[in-house]
């Protein structure tokens, strides 16, 4: 990952929320069944296209273009900072917790809203770290990311390793990546294929 620090302010935010709601929201997504791809179709997914030199415009160490475009994020998907818990509120995230919860359901499992809290929690963290990663997402993004957040601290074990920490992780990234297609579907190829390389599938 490209940005020092990784200063998520959602993922902070959330961190908070979720030590009060313990609930773990029902696992897998459907990315596990490879429907990441199909996953919103009126949505564009094609990654942002870079002119020839512009990487050579760019200062790496002036994050002050990546924050301003987080803040937009947040704005545009009306994401609270007041530790409320989060509910869907656009189209794209209507969508993805429809499909999530239709899936979750589908395997039997109720839904809950502290479930739709921690999709949307996930998805939208994974997102905050596309952009300030300046949508540069690989298996190093993702591994980064993973070993970093806080909300996945909090839904993990800390004595896990290994296999069992990889088998834990996996159905978490899941629906990370798959609220990713939805979130911000420019980056959502870039999970979906950082995601196969890591945990496979």
């Given at each position: 990952m490209n940005a020092p620090?990784?200063?998520?302010?959602?993922?902070?935010?959330l961190a908070a929320v979720l030590a009060a709601t313990t609930a773990c929201i029902p696992l897998p997504s459907p990315i596990d069944r490879g429907d990441a791809a199909e996953a919103s179709s009126s949505v564009t997914t094609e990654a942002p296209s870079t002119a020839p030199g512009d990487e050579a415009t760019v200062d790496p160490d002036d994050y002050s273009d990546v924050f301003a475009e987080r803040d937009e994020f947040f704005r545009?998907?009306?994401?609270?900072?007041?530790?409320?818990?989060?509910?869907?509120?656009?189209?794209?995230?209507?969508?993805?917790?429809?499909?999530?919860?239709?899936?979750?359901?589908?395997?039997?499992?109720?839904?809950?809203?502290?479930?739709e809290n921690l999709?949307?929690?996930?998805?939208?963290?994974?997102?905050?770290?596309?952009?300030?990663?300046?949508?540069?997402?690989?298996?190093?993004?993702?591994?980064?990311?993973?070993?970093?957040?806080?909300?996945?601290?909090?839904?993990?074990p800390a004595d896990l390793e290994g296999d069992a920490r990889t088998t834990a992780e996996a159905p978490i990234a899941s629906v990370m990546v798959f609220g990713t297609t939805f979130l911000c579907p420019e980056d959502g190829d870039q999970w979906v294929a950082a995601y196969r390389e890591v945990y496979g599938g």
């Open positions: 620090g990784r200063p998520l302010a959602l993922t902070l935010m545009a998907q009306q994401l609270p900072m007041d530790g409320t818990p989060l509910v869907a509120v656009t189209p794209a995230q209507k969508d993805f917790i429809a499909q999530q919860r239709a899936y979750v359901e589908q395997q039997g499992l109720s839904w809950t809203a502290s479930d999709a949307l929690a996930l998805a939208g963290d994974a997102c905050e770290t596309a952009i300030l990663s300046r949508h540069r997402v690989d298996a190093s993004t993702l591994i980064a990311h993973v070993t970093t957040s806080p909300l996945f601290a909090q839904l993990i």
